[in-house]
């Protein structure tokens, strides 16, 4: 029974496989880490891990893409790369300047970095001067709100003044456009949907599992999570193979 059984996973990792291989991604992945380092947090990816996955998506012939080329994409039909991927980072851990960018850089890929506004200059987080570098080196700079509390709670005017300001404060001291925003815990409902338009953003990040494609709501743009990896690059692989087979079957 205990053969039968393994006999069945080992089938249906090879039919897995074998459909990764022929049918062509189903739209556009969007990763997102949060700390890249050592510490033992279930989000934290060491730089080896991190560095791994880059050189696996180089090797593989994906093109980082900014979340501005995807909406671009997604919403008026200009053309991507051959295997785009977005890869996104949360909460502007300073390791995002000193370990992340290094590699990033090694690789070629481009990347987005959301930050808390009010947690800026404070460890372990960046600081305003590291916020300007990354931008400066190509990284696109998103907001993550002021406080990274839960939009959905907040009262409407207070989620309209936080939308607002951690964008406008963004775009003052980097003296750009700020566009996107990732959800704080991946929350949103129409109303901040709605906020966040009035506001003047672009599209916004989730937390929902999938691929993103033309006609899809860019204010719910699904990601790939990826935490601290404990079965090295296939368990990376196989993420990456869970929102393709989601985005098929229309999850
Ligand atoms: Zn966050």
Redesign the pocket.
Known sequence: MKLLVRGAAVAALVILAAAWAVWPAAGVPILVYHKVGDTAEAYSVPPVDFERQMRYLADEGYTAVTLAALVDHMTAGKPLPPKPVVITL??GYADNYTAALPILKKYGLRATVFVVTDFLDERPYLTWDEVKALRAAGIEIGS?TLH?RDLTTLPPDERARDLQLSKEGLEWRLDAPVQFL?Y??GSYDAATEAALKKAGYRAAVGTAVGLNRPGDDVYALKRINIPRSRWGLGEFRLRLLRANMYARLGI
């Open positions: 949360d909460d993550h990274h990732a704080p815990f």
